[in-house]
């Protein structure tokens, strides 16, 4: 494993790749400290910033699965410039003095779709540079672990950064961080044609067929749809995340505890993430659906109201097995043809925030009428037992090792 660690980062294009997302995800983080700092500034409403936080993920959600796509009919070196310095121009004229809020609204939801198939791009891209299935999985456990720490540290500079220079010029440093992204991609990542068919390349009215091919492809490979089931079960696990706040209040917790609930489940993927990186290949179809199962298992527990440590603890135990994600999302990558990767990305990471956003919404609506420990326990509940499901549909599944591509006409490459 150590020499597949060499090989991995004596690539330059996986070293430029690597520093390119941690900009852009600290970017990411920034706007959205700079955006909600911006409008609380100006409205001094809870309900809009709130609202305006909301919509920096709720474009993903229509995005992803129409635009990610793409990536695939382009060059996904040019996506990737593309998107960054759309992202650049849009976080740009938010900061312009005066905006009216309902144009900083619609700026933000273009930079937002914008981001899609970059992303989808990127991750596409990775496949490319490292084509030796090892080698990927250690260089996409970088990837994951550098946006799971970003995203951190993104928060906290963004917070420093605001308070430093004010909202409007921290869009405009943040701005300056999809450039910065834009420059490493031109600069370090090399020119590969569109993984398209000559004959389909820019064919834009084909769009909608080439969205709905990629749906048809993940509708019909059993190896893809239990693979997208197993991602999904994060929705019953992640409402830890939705009910921190009262969770710790309820047990007689300040800010700390929040600040320490919120961190246990990212802080152990981490921990996990590095750890199944490591796992022999003939391991990793095998753990999946455990590991899944045992992301749910520890919020059980908080059904007796345990100290908070201890519910620290369990969420970190919890965060440790979903680390099984960054199996599965390298296995489904892997496993689907290159001309379909950044459509069927789209569609993966729409399912999964989809997901999660409904976990966290419904834990937050019981959770007005029982207590928070009892939510969460009850989600682990119903998520060990959908968990199942996904694991038996994955086991079904896993023998098959071949994927058919629809094309638009419903035929098949």
């Known amino acids: 494993m150590a020499g ?20 852009s995800i600290v970017g990411d983080q920034f706007a959205r400290v700079g955006l909600s700092v911006l409008v609380f500034e100006r409205t001094r409403s809870a309900g809009l910033t709130a609202l305006t936080y909301a919509l920096t993920y709720l474009p993903d959600v229509v995005a992803g699965p129409l635009l990610s796509g793409l990536a695939d009919r382009w060059p996904r070196r040019t996506v990737m410039i593309a998107a960054d310095l759309l992202r650049a121009v849009g976080v740009a004229a938010m900061a312009a003095p005066g905006m009216p809020l309902a144009v900083v609204a619609a700026l933000l939801v273009g930079v937002q779709c914008a981001g899609a198939p970059g992303n989808a791009a990127r991750a596409a891209t990775a496949t490319a540079v490292l084509p030796e299935p090892d080698v990927y999985l250690r260089g996409k456990a970088a ?24 909202a409007s010029d921290a869009l405009l ?28 390349a820019g064919g834009m009215r084909r769009w909608w067929a080439e969205v709905s091919g990629g749906a048809r492809l993940v ?58 990186a490591r796992l022999p290949a003939s391991w990793r179809e095998k753990v999946m659906g455990p590991l899944a199962v ?48 950044g459509q069927a990305y789209g569609i993966a990471a729409t399912a999964l925030r989809t997901s999660q956003g409904l ?18 326990a009850a989600a682990g509940g119903v998520g060990v037992v959908a968990a199942v499901g996904a694991s038996v549909a994955w086991n079904h599944a896993r023998r098959t090792t071949t994927v058919t591509s629809p094309v638009p006409d419903g035929g098949a490459v």
């Open 4 to 23: 597949e660690g060499k090989r991995l980062w004596a690539r330059g294009e996986f070293r430029v790749l690597f520093t390119a997302t941690l900009v």
């Open 143 to 166: 990837l994951d672990i550098v946006v799971q720490l970003a995203q951190v540290a993104g928060f906290a500079a963004g917070g420093v950064l605001t308070g430093w220079l004010g």
């Open 173 to 200: 440093a943040d701005a300056g961080t999809f450039v910065l992204s834009a420059a490493l991609v031109t600069a370090g990542i090399r020119r590969r044609p569109s993984p398209a068919e000559p004959t389909d």
């Open 219 to 276: 509708a019909r490979t059993p190896r893809l749809r239990a693979l997208l089931g197993l991602a999904c079960v994060a929705g019953f696990y992640v409402t830890v995340e939705g009910l921190a706040a009262p969770y710790a209040a309820q047990a007689g917790a300040g800010a700390v505890g929040v600040g320490l609930l919120l961190a246990a489940s990212p802080a152990g993927a981490v921990v996990g993430m590095a750890v199944v």
């Open 294 to 341: 045992s992301a749910c298992v520890p919020l059980l527990a908080c059904v007796v109201g345990p100290p908070l440590p201890v519910t620290v603890t369990l969420w970190a135990v919890s965060g440790m097995a979903s680390s099984y994600h960054l199996l599965a999302s390298a296995a489904y990558l892997q496993a689907v043809p290159d001309q379909r990767r």
């Open 359 to 376: 976990g966290i919404a419904l834990a937050g609506l019981v959770a007005e009428h029982a207590q928070a420990n009892v939510v969460v």
